[in-house]
């Protein structure tokens, strides 16, 4: 399986961006977004479950941004508002074989390759 992000840019404080994974298969697995700032570990912020009624977000992310998916079309969305300057990382989709909800980067069986999220101040 591969995972293909796309909609990272360059973005104000307070706009919106929206990301977007691709799979090459269609895929049965949770699925997730992690990312990682310059100097800092890779961290999860928002899981999904394979029928996408199952999500989980951490606090830093929650009440801004949406993870979604559409099986149908193999993809998993991530809808992000409010971006503030400490969002500002590279954003990562994965998935893993089997299980609810991918909640850690070394479960992960799937990585795409990464895109850019700059928030300015």
């Known amino acids: 399986v591969q995972l293909v992000e796309s909609g990272g840019g360059l973005v104000q404080a307070g706009g919106s961006l929206r990301l977007s994974c691709a799979a090459s298969?269609?895929?049965?697995?949770?699925m997730s977004w992690f990312r990682q700032a310059p100097g800092k570990e890779r961290e999860l912020f928002a899981a999904?479950?394979?029928?996408?009624?199952?999500?989980y977000y951490t606090d830093s992310v929650k009440g801004r941004f949406t993870i979604s998916r559409d099986n149908a079309k193999k993809t998993v969305t991530l809808q992000m508002d409010s971006l503030k300057p400490e969002d500002t990382a590279v954003y990562y989709c994965?998935?893993?074989?089997?299980?609810?909800?991918?909640?850690?980067?070394?479960?992960?069986?799937?990585w795409g390759q990464g895109t850019q999220v700059t928030v300015s101040s």
């Open positions: 999904i479950s394979v029928s996408g009624a199952t999500t």
């Open positions: 994965a998935a893993k074989r089997g299980g609810v909800l991918l909640t850690k980067a070394d479960q992960a069986d799937y």
């Open positions: 298969t269609r895929t049965s697995y949770p």
